[in-house]
């Protein structure tokens, strides 16, 4: 059972253009999202996060959006950076119970100079 | 500089001879978490520990045991690797419960 689902398992993107991250999840209890971006041979580094109380949260290049009745967010890099290539994984968990992440599968991103 | 420090970054085992993975922190945080990572997968958990509580994932194997011998300190232990275990084991710590986890570099562990 994925709670958390990244379905594209790659993208390609043009150097200055947008990129936009997709994830979806199934347990309603979720109240925390997280994006982690990682590099080859380095662990995952945090990147931005969304509390369910919001839509929205931009931090710099980063902007990420959450629809709840969809169980829907996403990562927006605008614009794109070739350094911006690295896999990212979307996480999720419900702060409730225990800080216990539950990732996606992760999407690899290419930005083409 | 490093806050989350996993030794060694890459180890090899032979098939059934036990081997420890090592955590390090420098961020005093209550929290630590030991993932196993397979190629193109997301990351699982294992277990962790709030404090000196120990909390095993239902579906973590036997095989695999922690020790947290100090705030700074966690230990993987697998103690009869099988060849399914080759992975990246990565280690993270958390301050609070609703805080982004910080993660190390990982090990990456090859069975012969």
């Known amino acids: 059972d994925q709670q958390v689902k990244q379905n594209s398992p790659s993208l390609s993107v043009q150097e200055g253009r947008i990129s936009i991250l997709n994830c979806d999840y199934t347990?309603?209890?979720?109240?925390?999202f997280l994006w982690y971006k990682k590099y080859p041979a380095e662990g995952p580094t945090f990147l931005i996060s969304i509390s369910s109380i919001k839509d929205k949260n931009e931090d710099g290049r980063f902007t990420v959006f959450l629809n709840k009745s969809a169980k829907h967010l996403s990562l927006h890099i605008v614009p794109s950076q070739p350094g911006d290539s690295a896999v990212y994984f979307c996480a999720a968990f419900n702060s409730g119970n225990t800080g216990k992440l539950i990732f996606g599968q992760g999407t690899t991103l290419q930005v083409k100079p | 500089d490093a806050m989350v420090i996993q030794n060694p970054r890459y180890q090899v085992t032979q098939f059934g001879k036990p081997v420890t993975l090592s955590c390090s922190q420098t961020?005093?945080?209550?929290?630590m978490y030991w993932y196993q990572q397979k190629s193109s997968q997301a990351p699982k958990l294992l277990f962790h520990y709030y404090d000196k509580d120990f909390n095993n994932e239902a579906d973590t194997p036997d095989n695999f045991q922690s020790r947290r011998p100090n705030t700074s300190f966690c230990f993987l232990d697998i103690r009869s690797p099988g060849l399914g275990d080759a992975a990246m084991y990565l280690c993270a710590t958390q301050g609070q419960l609703n805080q982004p986890q910080h993660f190390g570099d990982g090990t990456r562990l090859s069975i012969l």
């Open positions: 961020l005093n945080h209550n929290v």
């Open positions: 347990n309603s209890m979720f109240d925390y």
